[in-house]
C-alpha cells in the first residue's frame, strides 16, 4: 500500500511531483512485515478450511411487511382510520345495517327516485344512524374502530358486531 501519492519534493526544493513509479513506501518495521505476512497466511489457510457460503442482503422494501391489517381508509365507519394503529378492530355489514334502519324502511315504502332529494337525505339520516350506532357499540366492546371490511394479514378473525348494531338500530336516536 503506498501513502505518498504524489507528494512534492522537498528535499530537492523544487516543486516537481513524484510520478507512480518514484513513489515511496512507508517505512515498516521487520516485525510488522512479518505480522502482516502471517495474517495474510492465515487469512489465506482459514479461508482454505471454511467455506463461507454468500450472504444474500435482503432488499429493505421485502423486509417491510406493511400494516398487519389490511383495510381501506374510506372502509372505516368509526374510530380509527389508519390501518397501521389498529390493536383491536370490529366489523360490521353496513349495506345489512342500513338495510335495518327506519328511514330506509320508510324510503322503501315512498318507492321514491333514488336520486331524489328526499332518498338522498333518508339515506344520509340512515348512514348517521348507522355510524351513532356502531360507535356506541366500539366504545362499550372496547374496540378501537369499526369498518365494514377489514381482515388481518395471518387470517385471524374480527369480531362481527352486524347483529348486535341491527337490534340498536331500531332505537330510538335519545337511549343510543
Do not use: F
Not at 482459514?46 to 442482503?57: E, G, Q, R, S
Not at 383495510?71 to 372505516?76: E, H, I, P, Y
Not at 365494514?148 to 341491527?166: K, M
Amino acid at each position: 500500500m503506498l501513502l505518498l501519492v504524489g507528494v512534492a519534493c522537498a528535499c530537492a526544493g523544487t516543486s516537481e511531483v513524484l510520478g507512480p513509479e518514484q513513489q515511496v513506501a512507508p517505512a515498516r518495521t521487520p516485525e510488522e512485515s512479518h505480522v502482516s505476512a502471517m495474517e495474510r497466511e492465515g487469512a489465506d489457510l482459514l479461508a482454505a478450511a471454511v467455506p463461507i457460503p454468500p450472504v444474500a442482503i435482503p432488499d429493505p422494501a421485502a423486509v417491510h411487511l406493511g400494516p398487519a391489517w389490511i383495510a381501506k381508509t374510506s372502509d372505516s365507519i368509526c374510530g380509527l382510520r389508519d390501518a397501521r394503529m389498529l390493536s383491536n378492530p370490529a366489523r360490521v355489514d353496513l349495506a345489512a345495517l342500513l338495510d335495518s334502519t327506519p328511514e330506509m324502511a320508510l324510503l322503501a315504502r315512498q318507492d321514491a327516485d333514488p336520486e331524489s332529494v328526499i332518498a338522498l337525505h333518508l339515506r344520509q339520516q340512515a348512514l348517521d344512524r348507522c355510524v351513532k350506532v356502531c360507535e356506541a357499540l366500539r366504545v362499550l366492546g372496547g374496540y378501537c374502530s369499526v369498518w365494514s371490511t377489514i381482515r388481518h394479514r395471518d387470517g385471524r378473525q374480527v369480531p362481527d358486531l352486524t347483529e348486535i348494531a341491527r337490534a340498536r338500530v331500531g332505537i330510538s336516536e335519545e337511549l343510543l
